[in-house]
């Protein structure tokens, strides 16, 4: 079975702080997905990483980077939390291999609150 | 246009009675079809994943995709109560990995 992790179920921060989501896959995937899902807007990519030190943007990446070092890992990064960006995170991760290709599995999510 | 069109419900059916999930999608080139369920509170879980014209069947589930018409459907036989939650539909997209979601379609089974 697939495994993707994030770090926190719940996180609570201050405007302005500098905020770290992470999340591991152990399925040796190479693609990594961010998104954001709010109320009555669905699930928007926030960032999205196809190899190891590779990213690309998605719809939604003001406000955010991301890294990748290694290939199970791929970390959110909000460089100054603004309380507009509250919300559920959550990361997915993807094979390019075989059948079921690009198929996302997602990590349980996190319960982000900027006050 | 939405990339990716759903109702959002709810659709209420009894329990026991067959519901009827429907998805549209603006993409021509698009090739794998995706329906994950989520409750609430909880991340999105896969149902089924189609990539043929036709229906694909698992279980109480079947996928209906017809590219022509650019419309993916999901069946689910014999609902049950556990069955209520937020359907998603999901497409790739650009020939790509990436995949839009639907802003999904709240089902309510009635015991």
């Known amino acids: 079975d697939v495994k993707v992790t994030q770090s926190s179920r719940y996180l609570v921060k201050r405007t302005g702080e500098k905020v770290f989501l992470e999340c591991v896959q152990d399925?040796?995937?190479?693609?990594m997905f961010w998104y954001r899902q709010d109320p009555g807007l669905g699930l928007r990519l926030i960032y999205f990483?196809?190899?190891?030190?590779?990213?690309e943007k998605g719809d939604i990446p003001e406000g955010y980077s991301v890294s990748r070092e290694k290939k199970e890992r791929f970390s959110l990064i909000l460089e100054s939390a603004s309380t507009n960006q509250t919300s559920m995170y959550l990361c997915a991760s993807s094979t390019e291999q075989g059948i079921g290709a690009d198929t996302q599995y997602f990590g349980p999510g996190t319960r982000l609150t900027v006050l | 246009q939405k990339e990716v069109e759903q109702n959002s419900g709810p659709l209420s059916v009894p329990e026991g009675a067959i519901a009827s999930l429907n998805c549209t999608y603006s993409d021509r080139v698009s090739q794998s079809f995706f329906w994950y369920r989520q409750y609430s509170g909880k991340s999105p879980e896969l149902i089924m994943s189609?990539?043929?014209?036709g229906d694909k069947e698992d279980g109480r589930f079947t996928a209906q995709l017809n590219k022509a018409s650019q419309y993916v459907s999901l069946l689910i036989r014999d609902s049950q109560p556990s069955d209520s939650a937020t359907y998603l539909c999901a497409v790739n997209r650009d020939s790509s990995y990436k995949l839009i979601f639907g802003s999904g379609t709240r089902l309510l089974v009635r015991p």
């Open positions: 990483s196809y190899d190891v030190k590779m990213k």
């Open positions: 399925m040796d995937h190479e693609n």
């Open positions: 189609i990539y043929s014209n």
